[in-house]
């Protein structure tokens, strides 16, 4: 399974235009694939940039936690991707949670994942 983690150069979880690498874990290969995120720090849209080059790279799932999406992102890859959903802020503690990802893996997510704070 290809799994789609957007962070930050030091590992953290963070909203997708905030994230500046794109990771692809695949989990039966045991290999993590690096791309640099083209919506990093675009002002409007990072957050819908970062998903089409997610969605690009064709992951089978997604990793998410509260705040990361908006809603234009969300409904890019809803029905395309399953989520992830994981309370961890650094790929370094979710990487091992990997190998039993099928446990959280979701077709939706909570709305505090996609909901825009104002």
């Given at each position: 399974m290809k799994i789609a983690v957007a962070h930050?150069?030091?590992?953290?979880?963070?909203?997708?235009?905030?994230?500046?690498?794109?990771?692809?874990?695949?989990?039966?290969?045991?290999?993590?694939?690096?791309?640099?995120?083209?919506?990093?720090?675009?002002?409007?849209?990072?957050?819908?940039?970062?998903?089409?080059?997610i969605l690009k790279l064709q992951p089978d799932a997604v990793v998410v936690k509260e705040g990361m999406m908006c809603p234009g992102s969300y409904r890019m890859s809803v029905g395309r991707v399953k989520y992830a959903h994981f309370e961890e802020d650094n790929l370094d503690d979710i990487l091992p949670k990997l190998d039993k990802v099928d446990?959280?893996?979701?077709d939706d997510i909570p709305p505090d994942v996609y909901r825009e704070v104002e």
């Open positions: 930050s150069k030091e590992n953290n979880i963070v909203p997708l235009d905030l994230a500046e690498l794109i990771s692809i874990v695949d989990t039966e290969e045991k290999k993590i694939s690096q791309y640099e995120n083209p919506g990093f720090e675009r002002v409007p849209g990072g957050k819908e940039i970062t998903m089409a080059a446990d959280v893996l979701s």
